[in-house]
């Protein structure tokens, strides 16, 4: 049965029948017992007050009954921002371009802001890493910030649109939407996955302070608390950037040798993990910042 011929109340009756509870223990102190069979039958719809109530019963949160009554199937915006999120960094093409392709999908039959904010970053993303500088992807990330700065309030995917668009923001301004994001961010921190907020956050900061020699301490301190929280949850690929940039700090302060030894030890799992985008683009910017070439690198 599929969620579109599959009631609410029908949903509502599956897992009560399979928590093994019966009517009474679930209208008792709720509703009655001609209420709960007019839901299950879905002759009434249930009022919001009434679904958490029994949810409560079934020690169940909304999101996982949402999910169960989808057919065990996130639905089509959940599954973008799990894509989203999956993507990690500019080089991954192949699933940016397969999720820029799922989006032009979807607003096609429905418009609607928060897929085509994604859509943007998206195309922001892939024009960064063709010209590799972010003038032209502030472009395109405009009309995501004309739309949010407007609001009084962040939500969960605000906070992930305006982590991943920081470059947009001039030198003045993006300290003062950092700290912003970070107020947020903290009133997440006991939701689902706000660790993977906190780490883009500080890596992308960081990113954004490549350039400007003066803030490297700074740079440094973001990078560190990135690769501390994606450790925690084993977030491979960005550990792996974090530490490539924390050794071209090293190169920077002038400790050369030790900056060598992390930087290839980097691209080694790099290379393991088969992750070549990714590990070409970094030695590219390897090359760049010490002036060595390829082979001396190994």
């Known amino acids: 049965m599929t969620r579109e011929n599959k009631s609410l109340g029908h949903t509502l009756k599956e897992i009560r029948i399979n928590c093994n509870l019966k009517e009474r223990d679930v209208y008792e102190t709720i509703m009655s017992r001609a209420h709960l069979y007019q839901i299950e039958k879905n002759q009434q719809m249930p009022s919001w007050g009434i679904v958490t109530s029994i949810l409560q019963k079934f020690t169940m949160s909304l999101a996982e009954f949402e999910y169960i009554h989808n057919n065990y199937q996130l639905d089509s915006i959940q599954q973008v ?19 820029i392709e799922k989006i032009n999908s979807l607003i096609k039959n429905e418009k609607n802001d928060f897929l085509m904010d994604v859509f943007y970053v998206l195309k922001a993303l892939n024009t960064f890493q063709q010209e590799q500088n972010f003038k032209r992807s502030r472009e395109i990330v405009k009309p995501v910030w004309n739309r949010l700065e407007k609001k009084d309030a962040w939500f969960y995917n605000d906070l992930l649109l305006i982590t991943n668009i920081l470059y947009a923001f001039d030198d003045l301004t993006i300290q003062h939407i950092f700290e912003r994001l970070l107020v947020y961010i903290n009133k997440y921190k006991n939701f689902n996955t706000s660790k993977e907020l906190y780490i883009n956050i500080h890596y992308n900061y960081a990113i954004c302070l490549r350039n400007t020699t003066t803030e490297i301490d700074k740079m440094e301190i973001n990078l560190k608390k990135s690769k501390e929280a994606a450790n925690q949850i084993n977030d491979v690929i960005t550990v792996l950037s974090c530490r490539y940039y924390l050794a071209e700090i090293l190169w920077h302060k002038g400790n050369k040798e030790k900056a060598m030894e992390e930087v290839k030890q980097v691209f080694t799992v790099l290379k393991i993990l088969e992750e070549s985008e990714l590990l070409i683009d970094k030695q590219n910017d390897w090359i760049e910042v010490s002036g060595m070439s390829l082979e001396n690198i190994f």
Do not use: C, E, G, P
């Open 81 to 99: 921002i799990q894509d989203f999120k999956a993507i990690k960094t500019s080089t991954n093409s192949h699933a940016i371009n397969a999720l």
